[in-house]
């Protein structure tokens, strides 16, 4: 491993169901709380998909950025509540919508032109 990621790295996996879910982190964290942090990354996950699958994030992995970015921001673990990050998800979900719906008829009265 290290070939790959360079020297004072770690590797931590784990089966959910089918899907397999790999954290690749530095040797300054702890295994037991990346396990931990990938718990809460599944859990919320299920909460957002209701029972997740692999379909569920090939087609959504926007959405997975979004949840993971929700949970870990700039290598530091912002919220393990995973209601809180749900909550927060849908709030920019909604935002999104919103936004989109504003964007389309602007477009399409502009091309009309």
Same mark, same amino acid.
């Given at each position: 491993?290290?070939?790959?990621?360079?020297?004072?790295?770690?590797?931590?996996?784990?089966?959910?169901?089918? =899907?397999?879910? $790999? !954290?690749? @982190?530095?040797?300054?964290?702890?295994? +037991?709380?990346?396990?931990? &942090?990938?718990?809460?990354?599944?859990?919320?996950?299920?909460?957002?998909?209701?029972?997740?699958?692999? =379909?569920?994030? $090939? !087609?959504? @992995?926007?959405?997975?950025?979004?949840? +993971?970015?929700?949970?870990? &921001?700039?290598?530091?673990?912002?919220?393990?509540?995973?209601?809180?990050?749900?909550?927060?998800?849908?709030?920019?979900?909604?935002?999104?919508?919103?936004?989109?719906?504003?964007? +389309?008829?602007?477009?399409?009265?502009?091309?009309?032109?």
């Amino acid at each position: 491993m290290d070939s790959l990621f360079g020297p004072d790295v770690r590797l931590v996996y784990k089966t959910f169901a089918t =899907l397999y879910f $790999v !954290f690749v @982190f530095d040797g300054s964290e702890n295994e +037991l709380a990346v396990l931990d &942090l990938m718990q809460v990354f599944v859990g919320t996950l299920d909460k957002c998909f209701h029972n997740v699958c692999e =379909l569920d994030i $090939v !087609f959504n @992995f926007n959405k997975v950025h979004t949840i +993971l970015d929700e949970i870990i &921001l700039g290598g530091q673990v912002l919220e393990t509540n995973s209601s809180e990050v749900v909550r927060a998800v849908d709030e920019i979900s909604k935002m999104e919508r919103t936004a989109n719906s504003i964007m +389309l008829p602007s477009i399409s009265s502009w091309s009309s032109r």
